[in-house]
């Protein structure tokens, strides 16, 4: 014969949690694409144009009749502008808020890939590296401020696979860099490797 009282006690023994297959349902649906895609296209941002930039430097010196020593600012003035900007960005986006300080660096880059496209001397395309480097540190702190009100919100841990999606946008975007602003100089011009980044701030 079958013991009632063991039947019941089935579910607990067997250490069933009522409850958990909807929660996992509901963390995919509040960190899905409509929350992730602009977080990582806005990630993607910063290490793609520190490298890109690498397959212009000769035809931009050529043009505005520079030597090495001087395109090489154009890196410099990008990762300067991000190690300075980064950790002033999220503090700010901890104060006003981080999908303000998110959408500010997107104009900022949306900005400052204007003024490198048409920029007429060698000193303004500089500003608009700086430009984009504060622009683009914006993106990182601000996604991870984002996920964390969220998870706040929702009173569950952010997934690790999301923690995961952004830091592989950074090293991909970062390795496909070179390859994307080699493709636009050939095509387009070194003028289009500022210009891309209209299309992806506005995205």
């Not at 009173?155 to 975007?173: D, E, F, H, N």
């Amino acid at each position: 014969m079958t013991d009632p009282s063991a039947a019941s006690a089935g579910p607990a023994r067997t250490g069933a949690v009522p409850g958990r297959p909807g929660e996992s349902a509901g963390t995919d649906r509040a960190f899905g694409a409509r929350l992730m895609t602009p977080l990582l296209l806005g990630s993607l941002l910063n290490p793609v144009n520190s490298t890109m930039i690498a397959t212009g430097l000769v035809a931009i010196g050529h043009d505005f009749h520079v030597g090495a020593a001087d395109t090489a600012w154009l890196i410099s003035a990008l990762y300067l502008a991000s190690a300075v900007g980064q950790p002033f960005m999220g503090r700010l986006a901890d104060r006003v808020g981080p999908r303000r300080v998110f959408v500010a660096g997107a104009l900022a880059v949306c900005a400052a890939g204007l003024i490198g496209a048409l920029a007429p001397t060698f000193t303004l395309l500089i500003v608009s590296r700086v430009v984009l480097g504060i622009g683009t540190a914006a993106a990182y702190p601000a996604a991870m401020a984002v996920l964390r009100a969220e998870s706040r919100r929702l009173g569950l841990p952010t997934p690790r696979r999301v923690l995961g999606r952004l830091s592989l946008a950074a090293l991909a975007s970062a390795a496909l860099g070179p390859s994307l602003g080699g493709l636009l100089t050939a095509t387009a011009g070194w003028r289009a490797v500022f210009a891309v980044n209209v299309p992806l701030s506005l995205l």
